[in-house]
Nanobody, 124 residues
Framework: QLQLVESGGGLVQPGGSLRLSCAAS????????IGWFHQAPGKERERVSC????????NYADSVKGRFTISRDNAKNTVFLQMNSLKPEDTGVYYC?????????????????WGQGTQVTVSS
């Protein structure tokens, strides 16, 4: 099964930026659509963004449009989430997950492989 490891989280002030990475081990990430998910304290996990296998198709939650950018570097077996203009409500654990389909699945439960998450805290 695909194993994913997230990194790049941390503490940042409002308005700051972070770049999260989702790296795969043992499998080729290029064979998976990859999503990023945010789980705020006490709330359900929600999809933030997703990128298709080819990278030609991406989507974003309304709350992050214009601020976050998802990209993939298949040569490095890594998917990135560039997060700019961060807000306190972006605080939480960020997970990446993969599904071996060309396009982004509609449901969170369609993603079969999950990382352990990386903590992002936006606070002054």
């Amino acid at each position: 099964q695909l194993q994913l490891v997230e990194s790049g989280g941390g503490l940042v002030q409002p308005g700051g930026s972070l770049r999260l990475s989702c790296a795969a081990s043992g499998f080729t990430l290029a064979h998976y659509a990859i999503g990023w998910f945010h789980q705020a304290p006490g709330k359900e996990r929600e999809r933030v963004s997703c990128i298709s296998i080819s990278g030609d198709s991406t989507n974003y939650a309304d709350s992050v449009k214009g601020r976050f950018t998802i990209s993939r570097d298949n040569a490095k077996n890594t998917v990135f989430l560039q997060m700019n203009s961060l807000k306190p409500e972006d605080t939480g654990v960020y997970y990446c997950a993969g599904d071996p389909v060309p396009g982004c699945p509609d449901r969170l439960t369609d993603f079969g492989s999950w990382g352990q998450g990386t903590q992002v805290t936006v606070s002054s």
